[in-house]
Structure formats: structure tokens, C-alpha cells
């Protein structure tokens, strides 16, 4: 019913920006909240940063500062804003929906900052 589409990954240098979307299609009026997480090989996925419908966004304290969550409704889109990008932010980004407590994910798109 609903679909997350991901978009805007790719290779960056260190300390540049970079600014993922996310596509929502389907009826969102049961969602909670959207939200960002990431997935580097070998490691756990870490959870970015979210916007609950009818609350403040909320962040990642190691990430609060860099990175910055929004959403166009008009458009059915949320964004990420990533600036002052390091080595160890590369992963695959995925955007994702949460509904009765539960995070639905898309299938993400690849970030690589190297120099």
C-alpha cells in the first residue's frame, strides 16, 4: 500500500553536503511519524532522526547539528540535509514510516564520502 523511494546518494568529499529525498506514496494519514536511519557494512542500523506528525523532529545526538530532517506535504517528501560529511557517514540511507509502533523502511541509497 504505501512505498518509500529513496534518492540522492552518491559519492562526496570529506566536509562537503549532501541532501537525500524520500518518495511517500499510499495513504499516510495512519502514520506516526517519518523518519531516517542509516546501515554501514558489518555494523547495526542507526537511527537518524524523525518528524512525528503533530510533534517536533527529533535527532541522534551524535548527529544533531549536521544533519537536518524536513518534509514538503504538498509533495509527499522528506529530506535529509547532510552537511560537513565524514568518512564514517558512509552507508546506505534509508527513509521510513512508522505505523502502531513499527518502522517500515525503504530500500535505501548508498552514501559514500572518500577522499
Known amino acids: 500500500q504505501v512505498q518509500l523511494v529513496e534518492s540522492g546518494g552518491g559519492l562526496v568529499h570529506p566536509g562537503e553536503s549532501l541532501r537525500l529525498s524520500c518518495a511517500v506514496s499510499?495513504?499516510?494519514?495512519?502514520?506516526?511519524?517519518v523518519g531516517w536511519g542509516r546501515q554501514a557494512p558489518g555494523k547495526q542500523r542507526e537511527w537518524i532522526a524523525s518528524?512525528?506528525?503533530?510533534?517536533?523532529?527529533n535527532y541522534a545526538d551524535s548527529l544533531k547539528g549536521r544533519f537536518t530532517i524536513s518534509r514538503d506535504d504538498a509533495k509527499n517528501m522528506m529530506y535529509l540535509q547532510m552537511n560537513r560529511l565524514k568518512p564514517e557517514d558512509s552507508a546506505v540511507y534509508y527513509c521510513?514510516?512508522?505505523?502502531?509502533?513499527?518502522?517500515?523502511w525503504g530500500q535505501g541509497t548508498q552514501v559514500t564520502v572518500s577522499s
Open positions: 518528524i512525528p506528525f503533530g510533534g517536533p523532529t
Open positions: 499510499g495513504n499516510i494519514f495512519s502514520m506516526r511519524a
Open positions: 521510513y514510516y512508522n505505523r502502531d509502533g513499527t518502522r517500515f
